[in-house]
T-cell receptor, first 117, second 110 residues
């Protein structure tokens, strides 16, 4: 299993550009999330999904869109990049322990380092 | 007050030492608790869940104190490879509101 994969690893954008960060997992996990990590701060939840076709906002959703058309993929779209979106972005997936409702902890992808000039 | 607070450290300890980290949380309705470790410029990796009765995994012991709203992580017999940032994670009711602490940096020296 590859686990959680993210592309690209690095990206530089100009203010106003749009792009999509890709995330895929091959563990058949129901739950997927996007976080951003900034220096001196904990990871902050951007958007999450509890299954294909279902998404919801996290703590810092403004400026980002997501969709979940398949169990495996959960892309994050930056609509119009701003310097404040310079960050490291992590995608994560999680299982609910076979439908028990108990979430067992998240598996993270390697991250995308984004710089917006 | 932050929802999840950790001492940022750094903690500098010699190999073989025992080190303990605490993490406090503000929401008394929080349901699930985890410790992750994060190496420099890498993704967080799940270290262990924290259960009400406390739990142990080799050299690592996690405790939860609901009355005082804190969780702890104890590392015994520290190894050089334990050098990392340790993240406290608290999850609320309704399943998915997940709050990460900013992390505690640990350096283990030979």
């Amino acid at each position: 299993n590859a686990g959680v994969t993210q592309t690209p690893k690095f990206q530089v954008l100009k203010t106003g550009q749009s792009m999509t960060l890709q995330c895929a997992q091959d563990m058949n996990h129901e739950y997927m999330s996007w976080y951003r990590q900034d220096p001196g701060m904990g990871l902050r939840l951007i958007h999450y999904s509890v299954g294909a076709g279902i998404t919801d906002q996290g703590e810092v959703p403004n400026g980002y869109n997501v969709s979940r058309s398949t169990t495996e993929d959960f892309p994050l779209r930056l609509l119009s990049a701003a310097p404040s979106q310079t960050s490291v972005y992590f995608c994560a997936s999680e299982s609910d322990s076979g439908g028990s409702g108990r979430l067992g902890g998240q598996f993270f992808g390697p991250g995308t380092r984004l710089t917006v000039l | 007050r932050k929802e999840v607070e950790q001492d940022p450290g750094p903690f500098n300890v010699p190999e073989g030492a025992t080190v303990a980290f605490n993490c406090t949380y503000s929401n008394s309705a929080s349901q699930s608790f985890f410790w992750y470790r994060q190496d420099c410029r890498k993704e967080p990796k799940l270290l262990m869940s924290v259960y009400s009765s406390g739990n142990e995994d080799g050299r690592f012991t996690a405790q939860l104190n609901r009355a005082s709203q804190y969780i702890s992580l104890l590392i015994r017999d520290s190894k050089l490879s334990d050098s990392a940032t340790y993240l406290c994670v608290v999850r609320g009711t309704g399943g998915f509101k997940t709050i990460f602490g900013a992390g505690t940096r640990l350096f283990v020296k030979a």
